[in-house]
T-cell receptor
Framework: KAGVTQTPRYLIKTRGQQVTLSCSPISGHRSVSWYQQTPGQGLQFLFEYFSETQRNKGNFPGRFSGRQFSNSRSEMNVSTLELGDSALYLC???????????FGPGTRLTVL | GQQLNQSPQSMFIQEGEDVSMNCTSSSIFNTWLWYKQEPGEGPVLLIALYKAGELTSNGRLTAQFGITRKDSFLNISASIPSDVGIYFCAGQRGGATNKLIFGTGTLLAVQP
């Protein structure tokens, strides 16, 4: 069974631009969560989707948004990029809420 | 953002030594998980714990869910070079959310 896939793996943007990251969960998994990983703050929860509905949201500004499609694939969007948005963005999927989460390889975003 | 207290921050050991790391929280969790992350990759799930007092093994790895539900530890026996990486604990409260709160991480270096 294929694991969680994330595209693109690497991305370089400039301040003020916007970016969309994509996540395909493990087949059959309906829950997708997003995390931001930085050296200073570690792994921080962004948001969580289940059956196309946002179930929970972390403490991030409104520039960070996401959505989930009917096939469980998810995207997250960051608008008006800031230097501090440079991070590894990780997506995790699980078969349904409360079950173990499996992570993808992440998308490394660099904002110049 | 919220992070769990994880110690030690780093460990430099000889191959064959045993390793122990722990994670503490000021609040209760219903699930504790341990992940390992290698450079350029997402965290890989090692062990999941669902019940207070539970002791679970996965090969050379053993983890326990603290009785107070506010702590967990991970032991690695007879370490080998491929154990190198950053180990993270994560707590999950469950209920209507899949949100994980991660520890600060333990960097493990193993010298052959």
């Amino acid at each position: 069974k294929a694991g969680v896939t994330q595209t693109p793996r690497y991305l370089i943007k400039t301040r003020g631009q916007q970016v969309t990251l994509s996540c395909s969960p493990i087949s059959g998994h309906r829950s997708v969560s997003w995390y931001q990983q930085t050296p200073g703050q570690g792994l921080q929860f962004l948001f969580e989707y289940f059956s196309e509905t946002q179930r929970n949201k972390g403490n991030f500004p409104g520039r960070f948004s996401g959505r989930q499609f009917s096939n469980s694939r998810s995207e997250m969007n960051v608008s008006t990029l800031e230097l501090g948005d440079s991070a590894l963005y990780l997506c995790a999927s699980s078969s349904d809420p409360d079950n173990e989460q499996f992570f993808g390889p992440g998308t490394r975003l660099t904002v110049l | 953002g919220q992070q769990l207290n994880q110690s030690p921050q780093s460990m430099f050991i000889q191959e064959g030594e045993d390793v122990s790391m722990n994670c503490t929280s000021s609040s209760i969790f219903n699930t504790w998980l341990w992940y390992k992350q290698e450079p350029g990759e997402g965290p890989v799930l090692l062990i999941a714990l669902y019940k207070a007092g539970e002791l679970t093994s996965n090969g050379r790895l053993t983890a326990q869910f603290g009785i107070t539900r506010k702590d967990s530890f991970l032991n690695i026996s007879a370490s080998i070079p491929s154990d190198v990486g950053i180990y993270f604990c994560a707590g999950q409260r469950g209920g209507a959310t899949n949100k994980l709160i991660f520890g600060t991480g333990t960097l493990l270096a193993v010298q052959p």
